[in-house]
């Protein structure tokens, strides 16, 4: 009843969609020290599903509604209280949590509560992202539960079934196949997993590592270096998303995940080419806190990256170019639907030639900081809509801006 992951899920981070891609039907792990971000992961996602992801996008995939559910496992309850005021506008969005004063039977079994609800909307025929925050925490409670019914502990005193109860529960996880019909849902999972010290090599971690298709590792050090999201690229890896990503965005993001690990890690001097050429992709995948990115404006920056075009050397750049981006809505959708079928040379020889306005606009457009912010969240939120909605009433839309 499983088939291939032949649909790529849109997480509004641009880290993520252009190096590491994530399909519908993968379960992608999520590791890091204690606030290192791993919760904004899915969080970007729910909110990019909200804005983009069942409507449409750029390579045709991404059109099924797509469900999230939160499983938060013996959370703080502030934490908890900051992530319902974050997404209590989304009418998508299941939350089943427990604080951290439950038991541990019920911290067992929450986990179990959600896959069987992500299942019941898989066999519905929809798309579902379902979040494991944390199974570190969920492993244990199912050690206090072990300990009390006098199963032989082994590693670290975990019970030794520990690597069977989370590869069971994972392995419900999956895409139907197409031959269903209607019926062919998904459920895309994102397990959470919190090192110490930046251990990946702890007993949950490397079981949970083992059973997944890929893992994100957030970086203590890259966050501490206020860069964010603080995904260290050469120890995360996708292993499935890539078969499922869009042709455009593979042919413009080929090799840029290896240069960008060669740079992070090479010790660089100032006012050189790589140290430059790191300060614009540091820019390029940096995020505000719970902003999404279009996979549209991720391919420009990425191509006037390639063609050094434009060196981003602080985010105002990108920010203007994203208004300039918005304001001229109409052409670039115009070039984005020529390379959705023919993206090598007209793509290419459309881009280089609107480049060079685009560049000098960047040079002459100033304005004051107040009034740029206020705009810019305007702007931005309506650029949003005016291309996943209604795209049709583009003109209208810009000249009410």
């Given at each position: 009843m499983r088939s291939k992951v032949n649909e790529s899920l849109i997480t509004g981070v641009?880290?993520?969609?252009?190096?590491?891609?994530?399909?519908?039907?993968?379960?992608q792990l999520i590791l890091g020290d204690r606030s290192t971000g791993k919760t904004s992961i899915f969080l970007y996602t729910v909110l990019s599903s909200y804005y983009f992801n069942y409507i449409s996008s750029i390579d045709g995939f991404g059109i099924k509604r797509l469900f999230s559910i939160y499983i938060?496992?013996?959370?703080?309850?502030?934490?908890?209280?900051?992530f319902i005021s974050s997404v209590i506008f989304n009418y998508y969005l299941l939350i089943i949590a427990s604080h951290s004063s439950s038991s541990a039977l019920l911290n067992f079994l929450i986990p179990l509560i959600g896959i069987s609800i992500a299942e019941r909307l898989r066999d519905r025929g929809y798309d579902s992202i379902i979040c494991f925050d944390d199974l570190s925490k969920h492993s244990k409670s199912y050690r206090q539960i072990s300990l009390i019914l006098g199963k032989i502990p082994s590693r670290d005193a975990f019970p030794a079934d520990i690597f069977n109860i989370h590869s069971s529960l994972l392995e419900r996880c999956g895409k139907l196949s197409l031959y269903l019909g209607s019926l062919s849902g998904s459920i895309t999972a994102f397990p959470v997993i919190e090192t110490i010290n930046s251990d990946i090599t702890d007993y949950i971690a490397t079981n949970i590592i083992s059973i997944t298709d890929g893992q994100f590792y957030m970086s203590k050090l890259l966050f501490i270096n206020s860069i964010r999201p603080a995904i260290?690229?050469?120890?995360?890896?996708s292993r499935i998303g890539s078969s499922a990503q869009c042709k455009l965005m593979k042919v413009v993001s080929a090799g840029l995940k290896n240069e960008l690990t060669n740079l992070r890690l090479s010790d660089l001097s100032i006012n050189t080419f790589e140290y430059f050429n790191l300060l614009s992709l540091n820019n390029i995948f940096y995020h505000n806190h719970l902003s999404i990115s279009s996979l549209s404006f991720t391919i420009l920056l990425l191509l006037f990256y390639r063609n050094s075009l434009i060196i981003f050397t602080n985010l105002s750049l990108i920010y203007k170019l994203l208004l300039l981006y918005s304001f001229d809505y109409l052409y670039l959708s115009y070039i984005l639907f020529i390379s959705k079928h023919l993206y090598t040379h007209y793509l290419y020889s459309f881009i280089i030639s609107y480049s060079s306005s685009l560049s000098s606009s960047l040079s002459s457009f100033s304005f004051s900081s107040f009034s740029y912010f206020s705009?810019?969240?305007?702007?931005?939120?309506?650029?949003?809509?005016?291309?996943?909605?209604?795209?049709?009433?583009a003109p209208c839309l810009m000249g009410s801006i």
């Open positions: 641009r880290l993520i969609d252009s190096l590491l891609p994530v399909g519908r039907g993968q379960r938060g496992i013996s959370l703080n309850l502030s934490k908890l209280s900051k260290d690229s050469g120890l995360s890896v705009s810019l969240t305007i702007i931005y939120h309506l650029s949003l809509n005016s291309f996943i909605v209604i795209p049709l009433c």
